[in-house]
């Protein structure tokens, strides 16, 4: 599973951006955080996730945190 951090996260519409250790930026949206099953992520947090689609049609799944 590939890691990452979280770059930004607003907690009012649960979207944000990862910052995978590529240093490539990957968004999160409302609906893979409402899947995780998460309260909330932290700025600087490390999550590891799964990556779906291709080009520009990549998403984050599965998101779980590893630590801070």
Known sequence: MPQG???EFDV???SGCLL????EEL???AETFAASGMLE????QRVRFEIEGS???R????????GF
């Open 27 to 29: 968004p999160i949206d």
């Open 20 to 23: 995978l250790d590529n240093q």
């Open 41 to 44: 992520l932290r700025l600087g």
């Open 5 to 7: 951090t979280i770059k």
């Open 59 to 66: 998403r984050v799944r599965d998101i779980r945190i590893v």
């Open 55 to 57: 080009g520009d049609e």
């Open 12 to 14: 009012q519409t649960h």
